[in-house]
């Protein structure tokens, strides 16, 4: 009985079209705003996270690189390179330049530089994949999405804070939405930011099944002027410093988003029961049980949001490579855990909405059915 | 054997000053093979004689035997699918679903009955043939006239077998031809299958297919008038 119960109450089609894409679009604005999330973050994972790297040691007090101005002390390189299971330790330069092309008068874009020990040193673009590293002074490898806004690509030139630079390499994984990285030598780095032969970081790379808990406790007892973090932890207060400002927004427009699902599928429940009272009555006098007349519009609303929710996902499929190929700026990171969780928040959503409907479905008499 | 005995039944509508005895003392038999039309103006309790009849609504006083079971007593789910078995029901309107096909309609009913979906194919079939409705089956409601549509809710009505049929005013919309097509098909499943009919109609076209026919006015139900009246 179920299925013909279920296409006896189900909507028109065009309704339920009307509804789906309703339920689509809230799907796609949540799930891009979770993917432009995804991005932002697993560009932090992707460089601070990179696998050559076990430790990091900061200035004192810092545990991040994305907001950080403090630099180290110059003898914290060579005091870390003694620290018995130091394999190898690497100095890494952060600071913003202005770029801008070198020929025409687009707007200056603000970059998130490290200068290394290039071309292969720690600290390195994670995912070059156009050209290669920088290997000498006047050389840098930006983020595409950089390049696009700067309109270079390889071969190309721009202004580093006037220092007129060769692109030799588009990076992915590398675009913190509000800025991106860049990569250049460590003497490059120097001579953009003015800080001589100082440096912000250093990247610690162990022997093989060195302790490195008792390495990062080493170094911190050989320099106070440090704080040493493992990659994990180093990963997770990075992330933790990039989203604090992207949460509340996020969190905001998915509740408006699960709002506005669940509204449409709330009103369209209505409309199923309202429109459908009579059939509903008839199916009550012919002695359809009411769980199951109410199971069948609960179920036509969840199809429609499943079918809403897999539409959104494909668009936002789509999107994402519309955007990679027209539009680099904004990337988008969608993960399926992430799309299955916001088609099951939209299902929940439904369910709660239709609450009130469903109250008035079960209190249809069916002696309409008789009425003329 | 009765069908459908009603004993005092009686049965108000509304509340209050508005209330208004929509049954009130009614006595009925219904047996096997018989068709009972119920006349009387509007507002004279018809449709309440047969809601009640069917266990949708329950008596003030009074008691209903159906096939053999004292609704009353029944709770309501076990009232639901006794009815669901034992009732079949067309109503003023065809009141087919429009999203489904004739034949969809009628199998639709004999599942809610309980009948397994071959053996309900099969009788939906079966009836289809019988009432010479079959060129319908795969239209959808809004492609079928009046009559058509409402010979294919007598075929929801009959196609699980119930031991009543309770038809209110089946033919108030129909022209004559097709009125005369519902009536025959009502009879004629009465007096082959054994199936209690009972008609609820102001429609004298009706009159020659009923076994009996019964008055109702201001809840009250009698004076018998012949057939041949």
Known sequence: MNPLLYRALAS???????AASGVATSALLVVVLVASYRNLTSA????????????????????NLIRSSALLDEGTLGAARAVPGVRRADPLLRSFVSAHHASDDRAPLSLLVLGYEAPTGLGGPPRITEGRAPRRVREVVLDRASAFQLGVDVGGRVQLNGVETRVVGISDETNLLATQFAFLTRESASGASGFGERVSFVAVQLVRDADGDAVAREIEARLPGVSVYAREQFVERNVREVA????????????????????????????????????IAVLLALGAPITRVTLSVLTHAIVLVMVGGALGASLSCAFRSALARWFPTVGLVIHAHDVLTIVLVLCVAALASAYAPLVRLRRIDPVEAFRA | ??????????????????????LSGVDLVVRPGEVVLVEGPSGSGKTTLLTVSAGLLSPDQGDVLLAGERVVTLSASRRRAHRARAVGFVFQHPNLLSTLSARDNVLLGALIAGRERTAALAATHALFEELGISHLAHRRPNALSGGEEQRVAVARALVHGPALVLADEPTASLDSASGRAVGEALAQMAHTKGVGVVIATHDPRLRVFGT??????????????NRTD
């Not at chain 1, 028109?12 to 009307?18: D, E, G, I, M």
């Not at chain 1, 994972?45 to 200035?59: F, H, K, M, R, T």
């Not at chain 1, 949460?247 to 998915?254: A, E, N, S």
């Open chain 1, 12 to 18: 028109a089609w065009r309704r339920s079209l009307l």
């Open chain 2, 1 to 22: 054997m009765s069908i459908l005995e009603l004993h005092r039944v009686s049965r108000a509508r509304g509340t209050g000053e508005h209330a208004v005895q929509a």
């Open chain 2, 212 to 225: 009996r026919r019964l008055w109702m006015e201001d809840g009250c139900l009698g004076a018998v008038v």
């Open chain 1, 244 to 279: 604090a400002g992207f949460r509340p927004l996020l969190l905001i427009v998915c509740v408006v988003g699960m709002a506005a699902a669940a509204v449409l599928v709330s009103l369209l429940i209505h409309a199923v029961v309202d429109d459908r009272a009579r059939d």
């Open chain 1, 44 to 63: 932090v994972e992707s460089y601070v996270g990179q696998p050559g790297i076990d430790l990091w040691i900061a200035p004192l007090g810092t545990d």
